[in-house]
């Protein structure tokens, strides 16, 4: 996202800060890092565990570079603790700042009422901020005299198309045991918000109906070992693929096998889906998507016209998942229409220009 964003930022001289990358991802890391049109700069922002406050690092850090190079605008996507730095360099210093935030900080920051204090504090002296989904923006809404005028809803979009072969098609889908019959996928991250779990409790009654139903989940996460557990127990192995982490030519492939996407997010006290780009991402190979109500999906997710929305009970996405079953046709012109909205909307180029409109203002 940050990438995206920071490649589209025009008529100001851009320096990204970030962390050392780990030694595993150092060599591919720079090396994107010398294509980027942009500089970057890499530094260790944290202390080690036994230095108190280990953010007192990025402090050093933001006021080496402050100094060195007198810029006239920050912009984190970390509201605790970075956020907290910015808001002290705007007291001590002046420096207005932005800030950027994806959902699940807000919920994290409003657990303790010091963090909650100064997550509202530093939200009221921002210049502006940039939020991933109005479902987002509606989580800071409840803050007393906080300016929504000065919130800029910029979406998340897909990158481009990684090509493949037919052939290579061909390759993949005979690696991962995918012949005929109904595909769905899941993809991303297999943490419990996800919800994959309850696609895969859903399916010894799906395949009483649907016998040549496969479900494939792609990706990696801590709840890996719990989803694999639950395929065994129901005895889903012929029925249900977890293939693990994908790259991005695997990733095209699986789109285009699949007939649609789900992901039946759930909302936990400090986690949340704050849009859910895997959604465009499936519209932009016209796949349609199942989505809950659960965080930000209703905007990815045009109800009955680019894919399903359902309520939050096991009930609600068994009809679902049936609804797009039972009704192919139905399924491949949502597919369209949700192809023609990731064209029209879900560009890079287009969203990022609301933020590029704020700095004009700001200029």
Known sequence: YLKNVARRISGYQLIVVSDNPKDN??????????????????????FPKLIW???????????????????????????????????????????????????????????????????QKILKSSKFIIVN???????????????????????????????????????????????????????????????????????????????DLLYVIA????ELENIAKKIQQLQLQNHVRLIGKVTNVERTALYKICNFFVMPAKENDSDVEGFGIVYIEAAEFGKPSIGSRAGGAEEAIIN????????TSEDDLRFALKTFLDNKNYVIELGNRAKQRVTQEFSWGHQVQKLNNALEKFR
């Open 304 to 311: 009955g016209e680019t894919g399903l929305i359902y309520g």
């Open 133 to 211: 989904s109005q479902y987002t923006k509606n989580q800071i809404i409840e803050i007393k005299s906080l300016d929504l005028k000065k919130v800029i809803v910029v979406y998340p979009c897909p990158d481009e198309i990684t090509p493949i072969s037919e052939t290579d098609l061909t390759l993949l889908k005979n690696k991962w045991s995918i012949s005929s019959g109904t595909v769905i996928l899941s993809l991303g991250r297999l943490v419990k918000r996800k919800g994959f779990d309850r696609v895969v409790d859903l399916m010894p009654l799906l395949l009483q109906k649907y016998p």
């Open 53 to 119: 406050p280990r953010w007192g690092k990025a402090f050093l850090v933001a006021f080496g570079i402050m100094m060195r190079r007198n810029p006239i605008l920050f912009i984190t996507p970390n509201i605790l603790p970075i956020g907290t730095i910015l808001y002290i360099f705007k007291i001590l210093f002046r420096i207005p700042y932005a800030i950027n935030l994806h959902g699940m900080d807000i919920k994290l920051a409003k657990k303790t009422g010091i963090k909650k204090i100064l997550l």
């Open 25 to 46: 991802l150092k060599s591919r890391d720079l090396f994107f890092d010398n294509k980027e049109p942009y500089e970057i700069i890499r530094k260790n922002l944290l």
């Open 219 to 222: 990706g990696d996460g801590p």
